[in-house]
């Protein structure tokens, strides 16, 4: 499913966070937002989710606008997975993705034959099957994240959205989570995700985009996108932005804060 932002402004007790927002996201896409804290990640994914209503603009999933949608009905086509979630009760995991199929289901109807169906791929494709009677409260954090990702998985959305959701996880937690996504997508889900991490980003999304301040300040492909100066200019740090003699992918390595670039450039030369 196509999402298409036009002209969104938000802003919480009169101040600004988001302004003139405007792009648009194609099925089957990886559109990673990326900026530091605080440039309005979490406030554009929740306006897509319709948890926030833009001041201005309009928010669309396919041809209709997230405003003119029941929760109902964009429970149906849009499942979001939030950084550093929390379930009140003592559930089994198996339990927690059920809670995806909701959506799917009349009132106080039982998990009919599609709903177990759903539910097992779910578990199998994030690979927390063998979890499914264990209490969340007794896995990692990494677990938890893959059992979120499985409820949102069995909801059957057609666009997902992820907050960080890499966060706090060891690098193998954070890999497996990235390729459950990129398999989702070729698939034909439509991703957007908000992250951290500019190298996961420049390694999965097919695009991004970059805000400083609640402003757009680029959208395009990743290498597009994560320039040297771009990164100096919103997250006020010196990187290099190389190419890895492995993987030919770039990746963004930040300097340390007394790094003389000049020197380096300088002796680079003198090798030569």
């Known amino acids: 499913m196509n999402i298409t932002i036009e002209g969104l402004h938000f802003s919480y007790d009169g101040e600004p966070v988001l302004e003139e927002i405007g792009l648009s996201i194609e099925k089957g896409e990886i559109f990673a937002i990326v900026g530091p804290n605080g440039s309005g990640k979490t406030t554009l994914l929740k306006n ?11 928010v669309y999933l396919g041809m209709k606008r997230i405003v003119d949608l029941s929760t109902w009905e964009i429970a149906r086509q849009l499942a979001m997975v939030e950084q ?3 379930v009140g ?7 927690v993705i059920a809670m995806g199929r909701i959506p799917h289901q009349s009132r106080f109807a039982r998990e009919n034959k599609v709903d177990k169906k759903r539910i097992e791929e779910a578990m199998r494709v994030c690979s927390v099957s063998s979890l499914a009677n264990r209490l969340l409260t007794e896995i990692s954090g990494g677990e938890r994240q893959r059992v979120f990702l499985a409820m949102a998985l069995a909801q059957e959305p057609k666009v997902l959205l992820l907050d960080e959701p890499t966060t706090h ?8 989570i990235m390729e459950i996504v990129r398999t989702q997508a070729i698939d ?4 957007v995700m ?8 420049a390694q999965y999304a097919d695009r991004a985009a970059m805000l400083d301040k609640g402003h757009l300040l680029q ?9 040297e100066a771009n990164i100096k200019r919103v997250f006020h740090t010196d990187v290099i932005v190389t190419k890895h003699p492995l993987t030919n992918s770039f990746y ?8 003389d670039r000049s020197k380096s450039r300088s002796s680079e030369q003198e090798s030569v």
């Open 252 to 259: 963004v390595m930040p300097l340390p804060y007394r790094f």
């Open 219 to 227: 959208i395009g492909k990743p290498d597009e996108v994560l320039t």
């Open 84 to 86: 550093d979630r929390e």
């Open 48 to 58: 897509i989710s319709g948890v926030l209503t833009p001041d201005r603009g309009a």
């Open 194 to 201: 908000a992250l951290h991490d500019l190298n996961l980003a």
């Open 89 to 95: 009760f003592d559930f089994t995991v198996r339990e």
């Open 188 to 191: 034909g889900l439509t991703v």
């Open 169 to 176: 996880l060891d690098i193998n937690y954070q890999l497996q």
